[in-house]
């Protein structure tokens, strides 16, 4: 199964969860991984890592659990609390993780300004902001001096229509 956005729903780029890419990954054994956490969410303060296995949800292993049903457990409003058990390579044991659900906004882009004048923008979806967040970009490339732009669409899922012909235009 594709990585999925850990408690969104639709095009909202926001909810309440612990900020993470999740996958049930064929790779591992068919088990509940974090695909990538999203900086400074609960998941990623925890020090949660990409390729962690999630073994246990407060309690409930997820080795037979579907993604949607992992996720559902994840996510939930700003505040509650939820127990991660967690396996790593080149651990022996499991550790748990207790992690507070926060309100996630998913960035929907991100970039920086390479050596050599090059500016690097990846879009990751299109969304209702994405064309004003490129906006502004441009304008902080623009500043910075960049001469030159790299755009990576590697991994965006899709989105709005209207979005990703604002920003072509």
């Given at each position: 199964?594709?990585?999925?956005?850990?408690?969104?729903?639709?095009?909202?780029?926001?909810?309440?969860?612990?900020?993470?890419?999740?996958?049930?990954?064929?790779?591992?054994g068919s088990r509940f991984t974090?695909?990538?956490?999203?900086?400074?969410?609960?998941?990623?303060?925890?020090?949660?890592?990409?390729?962690?296995?999630?073994?246990?949800?407060?309690?409930?292993?997820?080795?037979?659990?579907?993604?949607?049903?992992?996720?559902?457990?994840?996510?939930?409003?700003?505040?509650?609390?939820?127990?991660?058990?967690?396996?790593?390579?080149?651990?022996?044991?499991?550790?748990?993780?207790?992690?507070?659900?926060?309100?996630?906004?998913?960035?929907?882009?991100?970039?920086?300004?390479?050596?050599?004048?090059?500016?690097?923008?990846?879009?990751?979806?299109?969304?209702?902001?994405?064309?004003?967040?490129?906006?502004?970009?441009?304008?902080?490339?623009?500043t910075a001096g960049v001469r030159a732009l790299v755009i990576d669409?590697?991994?965006?899922?899709?989105?709005?229509?209207?979005?990703?012909?604002?920003?072509?235009?």
């Amino acid at each position: 199964q594709p990585a999925a956005l850990c408690g969104v729903v639709g095009l909202d780029p926001t909810y309440g969860g612990v900020g993470a890419y999740v996958a049930i990954d064929a790779d591992n054994g068919s088990r509940f991984t974090v695909s990538r956490p999203i900086w400074g969410g609960p998941l990623y303060r925890a020090g949660i890592r990409s390729g962690d296995i999630v073994v246990a949800i407060d309690g409930e292993p997820t080795l037979s659990l579907a993604l949607e049903d992992c996720v559902r457990r994840l996510k939930g409003p700003a505040g509650t609390k939820v127990v991660l058990s967690v396996m790593r390579a080149g651990w022996t044991e499991k550790q748990d993780f207790t992690l507070t659900r926060a309100n996630i906004t998913i960035p929907t882009t991100a970039y920086d300004v390479l050596p050599g004048g090059i500016g690097y923008l990846a879009l990751l979806s299109f969304g209702e902001d994405t064309a004003r967040e490129i906006r502004r970009v441009l304008d902080e490339f623009a500043t910075a001096g960049v001469r030159a732009l790299v755009i990576d669409l590697r991994g965006n899922g899709g989105g709005l229509l209207r979005a990703a012909v604002d920003i072509a235009s």
